[in-house]
């Protein structure tokens, strides 16, 4: 970005420097996959990358049926929505308390139809990790394309395309600790899309547009150090998670856990609702502490309406309303822990006093 960059599809010297940049990211989140780097097609963000996985396939293939789950990510229940505009039909699997999916009930909602099971490899909102390796197994034993969406587990705990019989996943560089502005879909050779974008032909033909290089060496850079660091954090994070929640759920009267225990968990996660509580009012004395958490997706705070995936696993409006999130990172200390387990008791103390009664 200080130096500037060639266009990676130019054939001049600076150009053929940027195309090597680009290669070479490819191949770092490739491995991060342990994928072929040539499967590796980057975008500007995971929901193109999902729109592209969920429309391009759907439009290439025979059949005219979709499954997915009631608690996907946005971007995926909206393609799927698109679709269902467009003649497809779309099976909605739900799920149970903690937010699991049963494997059984993706093998029993496949058709001869079926084109394509899309379940995305952890929940970003209760921090549930779904059995991939499960459903891949049935998907693949009855030809089915699988396509993860694995924004809310990579570098958190480890995805290998084959061993869970993936033929499509999509990255965010932003959730690896990389710069906003670029995304990634990997795609099995034998898996064929109908591009999205169309102009220039770059990216294999399927996502025209000169490549964010910038975004997306810094993606490579960052799917590098998450693929080292990954067992490790993991370890120290959900030692600070367990700590954070058991916590929480001691000293907040009537505070439940929203999401999956233990291993069954994102190792960075932490969420919780608080009934007699608005989440607004909780994260906004937070935040004035120097604390930042959320209530709900961040990707739909605007739309104001309760989580689809808060409803899905049985919440009611006023429990929804009391949901907060917490996510730890590279830079989570013990110390900060700490912090929270004594500011967020107290400010949902004094906010439950203030309610009408």
């Not at 467009?86 to 093998?107: H, N």
């Not at 061993?163 to 932003?174: E, K, R, V, Y």
């Not at 294999?204 to 960052?222: C, S």
């Not at 309303?321 to 989570?332: A, D, I, K, M, Q």
Request: hydrophobic share 45%; charged share 20%.
């Amino acid at each position: 970005m200080e130096g500037g960059v060639g266009n990676p599809n130019a054939q001049h010297s600076l150009g053929l420097e940027a195309r090597a940049s680009l290669d070479g990211a490819r191949a770092k989140v490739a491995r991060l996959l342990a994928a072929t780097p040539s499967g590796v097609i980057f975008t500007g963000s995971a929901t193109e990358a999902n729109n592209l996985a969920i429309k391009g396939l759907a439009q290439r293939a025979a059949g005219r049926h979709v499954v997915t789950s009631a608690i996907e990510h946005i971007s995926v229940i909206d393609s799927c929505r698109d679709l269902e505009k467009r003649g497809w039909t779309v099976t909605y699997l739900g799920v149970d308390a903690d937010g699991r999916i049963d494997p059984e009930a993706v093998a029993r909602a496949i058709r001869a139809e079926t084109v394509l099971v899309s379940i995305m490899a952890a929940n970003g909102e209760i921090g549930t990790i779904q059995p991939v390796q499960g459903i891949g197994q049935i998907t693949h034993a009855r030809g089915v394309p699988f396509h993860v969406d694995a924004v809310g587990a990579a570098g958190r705990v480890p995805i290998h395309v084959d061993a869970c019989h993936i033929d499509l996943l999509t990255l965010s560089s932003n959730d690896l600790y990389g710069p906003p502005g670029a995304g990634a879909l990997w795609v099995r050779p034998t898996v064929k899309l109908a591009p999205q974008i169309l102009g220039g032909g770059q990216e294999q033909g399927y996502r025209a547009g000169t490549e964010n290089l910038p975004a997306i060496a810094g993606m490579g850079v960052a799917a590098d150090l998450v693929r080292i660091e990954v067992a490790g954090e993991a370890a120290r994070l959900g030692g600070l998670r367990d700590r954070l929640l058991s916590g929480l759920l001691e000293q907040i009267p009537e505070a439940r856990l929203t999401g999956a225990r233990g291993a069954a968990r994102l190792p960075h996660h932490a969420s919780i609702v608080v009934p007699g509580v608005k989440a607004e009012g909780v994260l906004l004395e937070l935040d004035l502490r120097g604390i930042a958490a959320s209530s709900g997706a961040t990707c739909t705070a605007m739309t104001g309406e309760p989580s689809h995936v808060l409803r899905a696993i049985g919440c009611d409006r006023a429990a929804a309303e009391g949901s907060l999130c917490f996510t730890l990172g590279r830079w989570t200390t013990a110390g900060e822990i700490d912090t929270v387990l004594e500011v967020v008791p107290a400010v949902v103390a004094r906010l439950r006093r203030l309610a009408p009664q």
